[in-house]
C-alpha cells in the first residue's frame, strides 16, 4: 500500500502536466487493459501528455474499451516510435504486473535502461523493486479496484467519467470471474454500484465481453471441451488445445479466454488446468484455476516457470504439448496426495 507521504508526492507530480506512459502486461486481459485505459482516460483530463503502451498486440474481444484507437503496441511496426515514447516519459506506470519480464524479453530491455520515475499498481505476489512508488496488495481481486482506489487517495473521484467507469468496470467483472471469485467482497461490490452510477454499462459490458462471439470461437471452445480430461483421483481436471486445433479453427488472440475456467464447473474438481500449444514461440501456454485453499500460485511458480494468485495462476513449459501434460500428471501425485 502506498504510504500518505508518498499519496502526497505523487500527488504533487501529477500537479503539473507530464509526460507519462502507462503500460500493461504482455498478452494483455480484461483487468490489464482496464485499469490502464481506466488510469489513462483520468490523466487525460488533468492535461498530461498521456501514452498508452501496450507490448503486444490487444485481443478483439477488448478493443471496444475507450482509449484503446490511441494506444502504441511496442512490439511489431511501432518499436522504434514506442521506445522514443518511452525515452521521452517523465513518469511510467505499470498496471496488473510487477516484474519487468513480464513486458517481454525485448520491452524489458528498453525499461530497464530509463530514467523516468516509476509507479506500479498490482495485486500479485512478491513484487520486484523497480518503481519508486508501489502500490501492491493481494488482498485486492483485481488492479482495477485498485485503481478506483488509488484515484480516490489522490482526490480525483470526481474526473471518474463514463469511460472511466467502463473500464475499471471491466476488469473488476473479469478479474473477479464475474463476481464469483473469494477476494469479492462487499467493498468490490460497492465499488461496481458507484461506478454503474458514473455511467458504467453493466449489461453492454458483459455483452461485449462474452456474447459476441464468431462461429470460428464457439467451434473452438467445442473442440476444446471435447479434450476435456478428468482425473478424478486428484479431484483434477485439464483441457489441451494443439497448434493444429487453433489452425483448424482460425485462432485468433483472445479466443480462448476463459476456457479454463470450464474444467472447475465439473462436481468435486477443486483444481484445473489449460494447455495452449504456440509453435511460433515454441512453447505451451498453461493457465491454473483452483477452488478452496490449494495453491496454483505455488505450483505455477515451482513447475511452471509462472505464479500469479493462490487460486489463478498462469505459466509456460518448453516440452512438447504432451511431454508437458504427462509432466502435469505426475506433479498430481506429490502435490495433490
Not at 509462472?306 to 487460486?311: L, S, T
Request: charged fraction near 25%; hydrophobic fraction near 35%.
Amino acid at each position: 500500500m502506498l504510504e500518505s507521504h508518498q499519496i502526497s508526492t505523487l500527488k504533487s507530480l501529477l500537479e503539473t502536466p507530464k509526460r507519462i506512459s502507462i503500460i500493461p502486461h504482455r498478452n494483455v486481459d480484461g483487468d490489464a487493459m482496464g485499469s490502464t485505459l481506466g488510469l489513462y482516460n483520468i490523466l487525460k483530463q488533468l492535461n498530461h501528455q498521456v501514452t498508452v503502451v501496450v507490448p503486444n498486440d490487444i485481443p478483439e474481444y477488448l478493443k471496444w474499451l475507450p482509449g484503446t484507437d490511441n494506444t502504441i503496441v511496442f512490439e511489431g511496426n511501432e518499436t522504434n516510435n514506442a521506445t522514443r515514447i518511452l525515452e521521452e516519459s517523465e513518469l511510467i506506470f505499470t498496471l496488473d504486473f510487477n516484474a519487468l519480464h513480464r513486458t517481454g524479453e525485448q520491452m524489458e530491455r528498453v525499461l530497464k535502461t530509463l530514467p523516468a520515475t516509476f509507479v506500479m499498481i498490482d495485486h500479485h505476489e512478491k513484487p520486484d523493486t523497480y518503481a519508486a512508488f508501489t502500490f501492491s496488495s493481494t488482498t485486492y481481486g483485481s488492479t482495477c479496484q485498485m485503481v478506483y482506489d488509488f484515484i480516490q487517495d489522490l482526490n480525483l473521484s470526481h474526473y471518474i467519467n463514463k469511460d472511466v467507469a467502463n473500464c475499471l468496470y471491466t476488469g473488476i467483472a473479469t478479474d473477479s470471474g464475474g463476481f464469483r471469485f473469494p477476494r469479492t467482497t462487499g467493498d468490490t461490490h460497492r465499488i461496481v454500484a458507484d461506478l454503474i452510477d458514473k455511467g458504467a454499462e453493466n449489461t453492454q459490458i458483459y455483452i461485449n465481453l462474452y456474447d459476441n462471439s464468431n462461429y470460428n470461437r464457439l467451434q473452438l471452445l467445442g473442440r476444446a471441451l471435447q479434450n476435456l480430461r478428468v482425473l478424478p483421483q486428484y479431484n483434477t481436471s485439464y483441457i489441451a488445445l494443439s497448434q493444429d486445433d487453433l489452425d483448424e479453427f482460425n485462432y485468433e488472440k483472445g479466443d480462448t479466454e476463459g476456457i479454463v475456467n470450464y474444467g472447475l464447473t465439473i462436481k468435486d474438481v477443486d483444481f484445473t488446468a489449460f494447455f495452449s500449444e504456440n509453435k511460433d514461440e515454441k512453447i505451451i501456454k498453461i493457465s491454473f484455476r483452483s477452488q478452496g485453499d490449494f495453491d496454483v500460485n505455488q505450483l505455477a511458480r515451482k513447475h511452471f516457470n509462472g505464479g500469479g494468485h493462490i487460486n489463478a495462476a498462469g505459466g509456460k513449459s518448453f516440452d512438447t504439448l504432451e511431454e508437458t501434460i504427462n509432466k502435469f500428471i505426475a506433479i498430481l501425485a506429490t502435490e495433490k496426495k
